[in-house]
């Protein structure tokens, strides 16, 4: 699994990591993590919000912690600076672990100043609770003020949504974050595949057909691309995220990014 540093992390995290949104708490999902994981797929992604999921991750990487890269998230309500430490606290907690490798603010709502928020991240990394801070659907404006009020922290990442119908993200967050070394982690990469034109599918599977890959592949390719791009697509079953995992190792050539485009400019609505 190709890995790059993860922002300012000083950490190599896969291209391809895995979510946990609505996942269910079965012996199959948590194998399908842990396959997951021996594919390479270390990078898991879960939130305070995923009800039950935390619990599921924290059976799946039980005697393995060091083998993840382990991300949660606090909600935006319990993100004050006190709420901050309780909420990791709890995740932890329901993790079976005693510190994260990168805490997230989900996004935020206005609920409490987000330089609140980072103040009770930066107690968290003095506790050496969480080793990385991070945040969640932030435009440009309130990465500004997240990296601000880090002050001698570095930001590390902004999850974002990031799919062939939604490109939005070009316009300004990837390059922003490109330019302070920040990681930009795609989430929810499939959204939109079911409503894929008869086209648009016949472009993916044009491109898969060069390098024997499915169209989910090359969407996960196409959405790692450049070197501050990181997925993680979220699986239920072994056969799922045994195929997800085959979406790095090949390179897209510029007319493969061209044939991708013409089928999904960027700013169509799905
Ligand atoms: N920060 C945020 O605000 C935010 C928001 C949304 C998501 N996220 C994170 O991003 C992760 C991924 O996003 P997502 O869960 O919204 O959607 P996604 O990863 O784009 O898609 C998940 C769906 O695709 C299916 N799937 C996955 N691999 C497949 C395969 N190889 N073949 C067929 N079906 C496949 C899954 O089915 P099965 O489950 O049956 O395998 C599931 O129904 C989340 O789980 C979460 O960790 C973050």
Redesign the pocket.
Known sequence: MEVRLFGASGTSVPVLG??????QSSDVVVR?LQRGVDLGMTHI???EL?TG?EEVVGRAIRGRRDDVFLVS?VMPKNASRRGVVAACERSLKKLGTDSLDCF?L??SDGSHPIADTMLGMRDLLWQGKVRNVGV??FDVGQLEEAAAALDEYELVCN???Y?LIDRSIEDEVIGWCEARGVAVVG?????G?ADYSAAQRAALETVGARYEK?V?QVILRYLTRSSSLFA??????L??????AGGEGFELTADDLAVIEAAFPAGSAG
């Open positions: 895995q979510g946990t949104w609505q996942i399908t992604d879960t939130a995923y999921a998230k997230l989900h996004w969640s659907n999850q974002v949504r799919n989430y929810s990469p499939f959204e595949l499915t989910r993680i697509p979220k699986a239920s079953s056969a799922h995220v045994e195929e997800n």
